[in-house]
């Protein structure tokens, strides 16, 4: 027990791989649900084509956070890894909670941008503990 109170907890690959084919696949749904209705996709003060480029560049952000955070990089790579992931987070959260509370409110859509972006942040927060943990080997 000794040994164990010093170690960070890391998630391990198979954690990785779920947390980013989970927010990929919530993205994805996003994307493809603006992309064939109307409704949904004029429920937000963003455009159609914006909210699509969102929703693919974050899924893009959090599987790139997943390799980083796998795999030993740089700091420097750990952290734009970081800064990526954390205003993913946050746009990806707004644009849901905008959804959520729209004059329509599409409540399937902002459900899943928000929880995408809760794991989105723990992917991030994933890539930087793995970097503290990487520099002090």
């Known amino acids: 027990m000794v040994g164990q109170t010093g ?3 890391r998630a391990g690959g198979f954690t990785l791989l779920m947390l980013c ?3 990929s696949v919530l ?3 996003v994307a493809l649900l603006v992309a064939v209705s109307e409704e949904v996709a004029d429920a937000t003060l963003f455009s159609r084509a ?3 480029a969102l929703t693919i560049s974050a899924a893009v952000v959090v599987c ?3 390799v980083i955070a796998r795999h030993r990089t740089g700091p420097p790579v750990r952290t734009v890894a970081v800064v990526l992931s954390i205003v993913a987070a946050v746009l990806v959260g707004c ?3 905008l959804f959520l509370f729209s004059a ?8 899943l941008l928000v929880v995408a972006a809760v794991l989105i942040a723990m992917c991030g ?3 930087a503990h793995t970097s503290e943990a990487g520099e002090g080997r």
């Open 50 to 52: 914006g909210i699509m």
């Open 27 to 29: 993205l994805l749904g």
């Open 125 to 127: 927060r994933e890539a």
């Open 64 to 66: 790139a956070a997943a």
């Open 104 to 111: 329509t409110p599409q409540l399937s859509a902002g459900l």
């Open 7 to 9: 170690r960070r907890d």
């Open 95 to 97: 644009v849901g909670f």
């Open 21 to 23: 084919t989970t927010a």
